[in-house]
């Protein structure tokens, strides 16, 4: 263990330069414990033999692989982030076609880059068909739809469009009804109507060429979500570059909920936002001459002291209406932590989509000074609901008093545009009788002080 922990810089490395992920320096014990992980199933006596064969392989080789699915949260659902899902369908697809049928272009084509096991791609077939079936011109378009990713098992998975039943939890009916066919084993696989117009290939995002599938044409819409969270500044300018260059020009990029790109003269983007929308688009697109575009501005830097939030937001103030849930906050709440976190874990085990168990989860690791542990659960929560104010608050409080504090008040300030969108009068999920405009009171009169 100690020739491995001298070694890890040199894993980091290659890490680093076959994928653009970037493991920080807290997070070195996580990834030493995971080398050795592979080390004891592939029987690695050397440890330098390990990372000879990591130096000549490709990522996607399974020893490789294995590492990298390790250190990423590989959760991806269908319709995730509904907002992003209602901007996609009810404007930018309505807008786009509009647009390409007054210039007589029939050809759409749409990337999803870092795909996973294909969930998003196949979203975007079902929003694009059921609107084209609304209007009658199912006949009409060419559409393509292209899936890409890192990972051949993941891959492997996304080809085969079958998937268990909890993995459509949350699924419209209508669209499981309309999209998918059950088997006899209960999974569901992607009828053909949607699934012959989706293509899933590998494709590294650090590639200095646009990837071998898109060179005969633009795209016109690229999800890329929750990818940058791994990649440092300049893998992340490099990337956004060669995706501004591929983008048609009505083409739109949208990216993670609390992702953002530092625009410069390379990148031939522009950053679109109104009350629920942030998105980017290239810069001749008119399709949005109604929302006002604005460049980005980088390296803002705030101070803040939210006691008066945080008030709000003590933990003996949480309210959780499913009774498991409950259970577990009051056994935290009683000090029962060791129980409280194995009835956490096993009912994560059931419902590993249940955003407030990872928030019930960060908060018992808190209590337990795991810090490493409180902070991955957060994460995990807001992987699974971006606009989660409660989680998103956390995180902006833990990462300011740790140091971090632009980071910190970056994630205040996304807490507190998530809760302006809302209506004010309503009580905040989780809480007990705390409404948005009282949390946005007193989050904006701290904030304010020290702007």
């Known amino acids: 263990m100690n020739e491995l922990k001298n070694e890890v810089y040199k894993i980091k490395e290659i890490i680093f330069d076959k994928t653009?992920?970037?493991?920080?320096?807290?997070?070195?014990?996580?990834?030493?414990?995971?080398?050795?992980?592979?080390?004891?199933?592939?029987?690695?006596?050397?440890?330098?033999?390990?990372?000879?064969?990591?130096?000549a392989s490709d990522v996607s080789d399974e020893k490789f692989n294995l590492l990298i699915n390790s250190l990423k949260i590989d959760e991806s659902y269908f319709f995730r982030s509904i907002e992003q899902i209602n901007f996609i369908k009810n404007i930018y697809i309505p807008k786009l076609l509009e647009y390409k049928r007054k210039n007589n272009d029939n050809k759409v084509c749409f990337w999803s880059a870092g795909c996973s096991k294909g969930q998003e791609a196949y979203t975007l077939g079902m929003l694009f068909y059921?609107?084209?079936?609304?209007?009658?011109?199912?006949?009409?378009?060419?559409?393509?739809?292209?899936?890409?990713?890192?990972?051949?098992?993941?891959l492997n998975i996304a080809k085969t469009g079958v998937y268990t039943k909890w993995s459509l939890r949350g699924v419209e009916d209508k669209y499981i009804e309309k999209y998918f066919i059950k088997d006899q084993k209960e999974n569901y696989k992607v009828n053909l109507k949607i699934k012959k117009n989706i293509k899933f290939e590998k494709y590294n995002l650090?590639?200095?060429?646009?990837?071998?599938?898109?060179?005969?044409?633009?795209?016109?819409?690229?999800?890329?979500r929750n990818v940058f969270i791994y990649f440092d500044k300049s893998i992340i300018s490099n990337v956004v570059e060669k995706f501004s260059e591929i983008l048609s020009d009505?083409?739109?990029?949208?990216?993670?909920?609390?992702?953002?790109?530092?625009?410069?003269?390379?990148?031939?983007?522009?950053?679109?936002?109104?009350?629920?929308?942030?998105?980017?688009?290239?810069?001749?697109?008119?399709?949005?001459?109604?929302?006002?575009?604005?460049?980005?501005?980088?390296?803002?830097?705030?101070?803040?002291?939210?006691?008066?939030?945080?008030?709000?937001?003590?933990?003996?103030?949480?309210?959780?209406?499913?009774?498991?849930?409950?259970?577990?906050?009051?056994?935290?709440?009683?000090n029962k932590l060791d129980e409280a976190l194995k009835l956490c874990n096993k009912q994560l085990v059931k419902n590993s989509l249940d955003q407030d168990l990872y928030l019930l989860q960060a908060l018992i690791y808190f209590e337990q000074e795991k810090e490493?542990?409180?902070?991955?659960?957060?994460?995990?929560?807001?992987?699974?609901?971006?606009?989660?104010?409660?989680?998103?608050?956390?995180?902006?409080?833990?990462?300011?008093?740790?140091?971090?504090?632009?980071?910190?008040?970056?994630?205040?300030?996304?807490?507190?545009?998530?809760?302006?969108?809302k209506d004010e009068?309503?009580?905040?999920?989780?809480?007990?009788?705390?409404?948005?405009?009282?949390?946005i009171s007193a989050l904006k009169d701290e904030i304010k002080n020290y702007e």
């Open 250 to 334: 009505q083409g739109c990029l949208i990216i993670g909920d609390t992702e953002k790109i530092d625009l410069n003269k390379k990148i031939k983007l522009k950053f679109a936002q109104n009350a629920k929308y942030t998105f980017y688009t290239s810069v001749n697109c008119t399709l949005f001459d109604e929302i006002k575009l604005n460049l980005i501005k980088s390296n803002r830097k705030y101070i803040v002291n939210s006691y008066k939030a945080n008030k709000l937001l003590q933990k003996d103030n949480l309210s959780f209406s499913n009774n498991i849930n409950e259970e577990i906050h009051h056994l935290a709440n009683i």
């Open 130 to 154: 059921d609107f084209i079936s609304s209007i009658n011109e199912v006949d009409k378009w060419d559409i393509t739809i292209f899936g890409s990713d890192i990972d051949n098992k993941s």
């Open 372 to 421: 490493d542990e409180f902070e991955k659960a957060l994460r995990k929560a807001l992987f699974l609901e971006p606009s989660n104010v409660v989680a998103r608050y956390y995180l902006g409080i833990y990462l300011y008093q740790k140091g971090m504090k632009q980071k910190g008040i970056s994630n205040l300030k996304i807490a507190l545009s998530n809760a302006e969108k």
């Open 20 to 55: 653009g992920i970037v493991i920080k320096n807290n997070k070195l014990k996580y990834l030493v414990e995971e080398v050795q992980k592979i080390l004891n199933k592939y029987e690695y006596e050397d440890i330098n033999k390990y990372i000879k064969y990591l130096g």
């Open 425 to 439: 009068g309503y009580k905040i999920s989780l809480l007990k009788d705390v409404s948005y405009k009282e949390f």
């Open 206 to 224: 650090i590639n200095k060429s646009a990837p071998d599938f898109l060179k005969d044409g633009k795209v016109d819409l690229i999800l890329c």
